[in-house]
Every structure is written in C-alpha cells, then in structure tokens.
C-alpha cells in the first residue's frame, strides 16, 4: 500500500502569486488584490520572463482566472469550493 501526503488549500486562502526570475532569483508576489498583473519583464534585470505573448497571457489568464473565481465566490456564494492540492514537499 502506498500513502501519500497531500496539502489542501482554499482558493480563498491564497495571498499571491511569486515570481521569480531564473536569471537574477528576482522575487515578486503579484497581490491577487492588486490591479496590476504579471509583468512580462524582469524589473530587477530586465530578462524576457515568458519567452513571448503566448505564455506571458497564460500567466495573466491564471491570475484573472484566480481573481473571478473569488469574486464569484464572495457575490455568488456556490454551494461548491475550489481547493488546491499540493503534494507534501517535505516527505519527499
Ligand atoms: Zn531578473
């Protein structure tokens, strides 16, 4: 039998989403209670985080996606919730 530890949050339990630039470890937490998105450019080193439009509007569409969600769940108040699921980094 084989067990697995998993860590299980709500949605509404996020505060943000880190970027971290792999070029210069650069960290940014976008504020899912901040208008502004994801930037396409690195602030710190000026590194092209996404490579082009295509991903860098997967990463907004993350974000917005997060954002509806919880507003929908405020206003709409669903009789289902969204949770996310992590596997436990620590019994790895
Ligand atoms: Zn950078």
């Given at each position: ?6 860590l299980?949050?709500?949605v ?6 880190r ?5 210069c470890?650069?960290?940014?937490t976008?504020?899912l ?6 930037k396409a ?9 996404f ?7 997967a990463?907004?569409g993350?974000t ?5 969600w ?11 919730t969204l949770?996310?699921e992590f596997?436990d980094?620590t019994?790895?």
């Amino acid at each position: 039998m084989t067990a697995e530890r998993l860590l299980i949050f709500d949605v509404a339990d996020l505060r943000g989403i880190r970027v971290e630039c792999k070029k210069c470890q650069a960290q940014i937490t976008i504020r899912l209670d901040q208008t502004p998105g994801i930037k396409a450019v690195c602030p710190s080193c000026n590194a092209e985080w996404f490579g082009g439009q295509g991903a860098h509007d997967a990463a907004l569409g993350l974000t917005n996606a997060i954002k509806l969600w919880l507003k929908y769940e405020r206003e709409k108040k669903p009789d289902a919730t969204l949770r996310l699921e992590f596997s436990d980094p620590t019994r790895q």
